[in-house]
């Protein structure tokens, strides 16, 4: 009797909204088997339009999926290849690329905000020291 993987597919094409998908796959899957067995326009977001041209011929069948360029695919949110296999309960997530370095994003806040209204410092209480 073949076992059977249960998987929890999640990708978050914009900000604040994720699409999650529970994939049912044979015993021995690897991670481009899964992105293989999505629908269509979920994959059409994160997969090369040419990996999308390969997986509809069946002469390519066999073919590995391959993610556009700065997509990432993760297992658990540990990095993850495309060749490695599954285990039931296992959630892949496919990662879009960063456009703004967090440590930039940070800085450019608190430079908008001001000294005074950001950070630790932002609710001083009357007559304490400078900093407390």
């Not at 040419?50 to 066999?62: G, I, M, Q, V």
């Not at 993760?74 to 990095?79: D, G």
Request: charged share 25%.
């Amino acid at each position: 009797m073949c076992s059977l993987l249960k998987i929890s597919f999640c990708f978050s094409p914009t900000p604040r909204y994720v699409l999650e998908r529970q994939i049912t796959l044979a015993a021995g899957s690897t991670l481009a088997d899964a992105l293989k067995l999505l629908d269509h326009d979920d994959a059409v977001l994160f997969l090369d339009p040419e990996s999308l041209k390969a997986s509809d011929c069946a002469s390519h069948a066999t073919a590995l999926p391959k993610l556009k360029d700065g997509f990432s695919a993760a297992i658990w949110s540990k990095p993850a290849l495309l060749s490695q296999p599954l285990s039931s309960g296992d959630r892949i997530e496919v990662l879009r690329p960063i456009k703004v370095d967090p440590k930039v994003a940070r800085r450019e806040r608190f430079k908008k905000q001001g000294v005074k209204a950001a950070g630790l410092f932002a609710k001083k209480r009357p007559g304490s020291k400078a900093g407390y």
